[in-house]
């Protein structure tokens, strides 16, 4: 059964663009409710936990490198069927591949630097989101 929530990490590379704004624009226009937001910057460290599914793959650590290069937007959404929404709003993961008016076609600059984060399952949105927030901060 669908979730009505997911959650997305505004990248480092669209954050140091000034492109929070827009993203969270499209994120809304696209009729999703943000339940928890908050800026903050990973360690290499915090990043690597939060990427430990990847810690075998060959690009781990300058994934890890990267997700803690800058600071961050971390939040939670909300919106009927979210993760499935939400994927087809950001695009294929590749910046190249997606679609046109997705967010990553739009503010994504390469595989790594593609803008955004966004759960691939009901599951791992609820991890995630744990990750970043205390129940206190989710409303």
């Given at each position: 059964?669908?979730?009505n929530?997911t959650?997305?990490?505004?990248?480092?590379?669209?954050?140091?663009?000034?492109?929070?704004g827009?993203?969270?624009a499209?994120?809304?226009?696209?009729?999703?409710?943000?339940v928890?937001?908050?800026?903050?910057?990973?360690?290499?460290?915090?990043?690597?936990?939060?990427y430990?599914?990847?810690?075998?793959r060959?690009?781990?650590?300058?994934l890890?490198?990267?997700?803690?290069?800058?600071?961050?937007?971390?939040?939670?959404?909300?919106?009927?069927?979210?993760?499935?929404?939400?994927?087809?709003?950001?695009?294929?993961?590749?910046?190249?591949?997606?679609e046109?008016?997705?967010?990553?076609?739009?503010?994504?600059?390469?595989?790594?630097a593609?803008?955004?984060?966004?759960?691939?399952?009901?599951?791992?949105?609820?991890?995630?989101?744990?990750?970043f927030?205390?129940?206190?901060?989710?409303?």
């Amino acid at each position: 059964m669908a979730t009505n929530r997911t959650f997305t990490m505004i990248k480092p590379d669209a954050f140091g663009a000034n492109n929070t704004g827009n993203v969270l624009a499209m994120i809304e226009a696209a009729g999703f409710r943000l339940v928890a937001a908050k800026i903050t910057r990973l360690s290499e460290e915090r990043a690597g936990q939060f990427y430990e599914v990847h810690k075998e793959r060959p690009f781990y650590g300058e994934l890890c490198k990267y997700m803690s290069s800058g600071n961050i937007v971390a939040a939670i959404l909300e919106k009927e069927n979210a993760v499935e929404d939400f994927r087809k709003l950001i695009g294929a993961t590749n910046p190249k591949d997606a679609e046109a008016g997705t967010i990553r076609a739009k503010y994504g600059e390469s595989i790594e630097a593609n803008a955004v984060h966004g759960s691939d399952s009901d599951e791992n949105a609820q991890i995630e989101g744990s990750f970043f927030f205390s129940n206190l901060e989710k409303f």
